[in-house]
């Protein structure tokens, strides 16, 4: 069941609030093979219950926020699978009841640990494609290719109950111009994030003073950030967002190692830092510039763990 309290009316009291780890990563840890089209949504067909134990182990770190395994869960991709529509949206309805069900048994152990939310993961068409174009954003589809895209997906995550949507790894304005769209067709609060091309600008090249205003359009946009972003990159950008908008700002960048798309490995970090001389080796270690930069929210993506997010739960509790 959704939560009663909105991000928005969290966010509105002062809430700073931790956000999960990558999903993916954990999964792999515990023995998937996730080098396939539908990534981490491989493990909604094959083993849906680790799904929920994954979650139960970021809440048990302090995460206040669970993202569904819906990233790469589309009626699109299944079919490459041979699952029809009706059984792939039931699919990405079980993201929404395997965190639910990890949150309540966390809950049930944990009285006091609440509020817990969770955001229903939307990645982007170019997540579909499998070919690494979220972090380049060089696909180009009509407006109404973007929503006929996503349209399914957000229905089917909003009748399961999520709290809002988490609208991630974004490379391309007009896609994100889509997925507002439908936040407002389906009465949803959720927050952007995008990757980026450098400090200034998400992956297709538009500047994120740009990008920014769309919050300022639409209240249903109640956080704007970034996510699977280097750690040197996090600050710059998020500067650039502040001085664009009031809107709380987001942040889960990965580890720290770098990812090359056409091979699907990671590489370790070279130089950390940004151009104004902040730097940040770890989550944790940039936590608190990023809250000095309007970061509410604050987690990890890929790469990162549990036990990464405990460092940042400690230093992202609300006042």
Aim: charged share 20%; aromatic share 6%.
């Amino acid at each position: 069941m959704p939560s009663n309290t909105k991000l928005s009316r969290m966010l509105d009291a002062g809430a700073n609030l931790t956000v999960d780890g990558a999903l993916a990563t954990e999964l792999e840890a515990h023995g998937c093979h996730l080098d396939d089209p539908l990534w981490s949504a491989k493990v909604l067909l094959e083993q849906p219950q680790l799904v929920k134990h994954v979650h139960r182990d970021y809440f048990r770190a302090g995460a206040a926020v669970a993202i569904t395994a819906s990233y790469q869960a589309t009626p699109q991709g299944f079919a490459r699978r041979g699952i029809d529509e009706e059984e792939a949206l039931e699919l990405v309805a079980l993201s929404v009841r395997l965190a639910d069900e990890a949150r309540s048994e966390h809950l049930a152990e944990n009285p006091g640990a609440g509020p817990l939310l969770i955001a229903g993961s939307v990645g982007p068409y170019g997540a579909y494609l499998s070919d690494g174009s979220e972090y380049r954003g060089d696909y180009f589809l009509s407006r109404n290719e973007f929503l006929e895209f996503h349209r399914p997906r957000v229905a089917a995550l909003v009748d399961a109950g999520a709290d809002f949507l988490a609208c991630e790894t974004l490379p391309s304005l007009p896609e994100a111009e889509a997925l507002v769209e439908l936040m407002k067709e389906f009465d949803v609060e959720g927050w952007l994030s995008f990757t980026l091309r450098d400090g200034g600008h998400i992956s297709d090249g538009t500047p994120l003073a740009q990008v920014a205003k769309l919050s300022r359009a639409q209240p249903s946009v109640v956080a704007i950030g970034v996510n699977c972003v280097p750690l040197e990159l996090v600050a710059p950008s998020l500067g650039a967002l502040r001085k664009a908008t009031d809107t709380p700002l987001i942040a889960y960048p990965n580890s720290g190692e770098s990812y090359d798309a056409v091979s699907k490995t990671w590489r370790p970090a070279t130089a950390i830092g940004g151009p104004d001389g902040n730097h940040a080796a770890s989550l944790a270690e940039g936590t608190a510039l990023w809250r000095e930069l309007g970061a509410r929210l604050i987690g990890g993506c890929c790469r990162t763990t549990p036990e990464d997010i405990a460092a940042v739960a400690m230093l992202t509790e609300s006042p």
